[in-house]
């Protein structure tokens, strides 16, 4: 069994939809959690960075942590085309250094 | 402009040749760490380093060789590249071990 499990898709949506996208993991000493965005031929950029259980948001972007379900989510506002990407799940627990990193969910907007 | 840079970008080479993909960061990071992707399995850690000279074995080390001999390089060396190292190669840094990784725009590797 994988530590991080992300449905890799692909998941197609109209423009100015709301796209929930999400992980689960097995490893309860997770507690700091990212979202990387990945464009085609491109290398994983940092969306979000999270501790522990609750919500961040960042414009057009929400980041959900339910550490009781082991649930992490990614939330994206009125899509938009240029949201079409790969997102990446990302965790790893306190005082580790290694960033363990979900499958990846292929995502395209349409117009 | 803050950045991590891979070279080559694309690589076809022949089973058993040796190669050097090289990574430099402008961003006095002390961790950097080389990960490959692919299809289905996601990143996975080839070899990290938390300072020059000190390196260690990621997830899936085996026929890559690292060093890190000064603070803005850390290369990736290849010995003898087999088919099954075909993949798209990223490396990153970051300011310290527990910081979200900053990542290069990777290289594809192609071993026939």
């Known amino acids: 069994q994988k530590e991080v499990e992300q449905d890799p898709g692909p998941l197609s949506v109209p423009e100015g939809a709301i796209v929930s996208l999400n992980c689960t993991y097995s490893?309860?000493?997770?507690?700091?959690f990212m979202w990387y965005r990945q464009y085609s031929r491109k290398g994983p950029e940092l969306l979000m960075y999270?501790?522990?259980?609750g919500n961040k948001e960042d414009g057009r972007f929400t980041a959900q942590v339910d550490k009781s379900s082991k649930y992490i989510s990614l939330f994206i506002r009125d899509s938009q085309p240029s949201d079409s990407a790969t997102y990446l799940c990302?965790?790893?627990?306190?005082?580790?250094?290694?960033?363990?990193f979900g499958a990846g969910t292929r995502l395209f907007v349409k117009a | 402009e803050a950045q991590v840079t891979q070279n080559p970008r694309y690589l076809i080479t022949v089973t058993g040749k040796k190669l050097t993909v090289t990574c430099s960061q402008n961003?006095?990071?002390?961790?950097m760490s080389w990960y490959r992707q692919d299809p289905g399995l996601g990143l996975r850690q080839i070899y990290y380093?938390?300072?020059?000279?000190?390196?260690d074995k990621g997830d899936v080390p085996e026929g890559y060789k690292v060093s890190r001999k000064e603070k803005r390089n850390f290369p990736l060396i290849l010995e003898s590249p087999s088919p099954n190292q075909t993949s798209l190669y990223f490396c990153?840094?970051?300011?310290?071990?527990?910081?979200?990784?900053?990542f290069g725009p990777g290289t594809r590797l192609t071993v026939t």
């Open positions: 990153a840094s970051s300011f310290e071990a527990g910081e979200p990784p900053y």
């Open positions: 490893n309860s000493a997770f507690q700091y």
């Open positions: 999270t501790y522990s259980s």
């Open positions: 990302a965790m790893r627990n306190t005082g580790g250094f290694k960033t363990i």
């Open positions: 961003m006095n990071h002390e961790y």
């Open positions: 380093s938390m300072n020059v000279e000190v390196t």
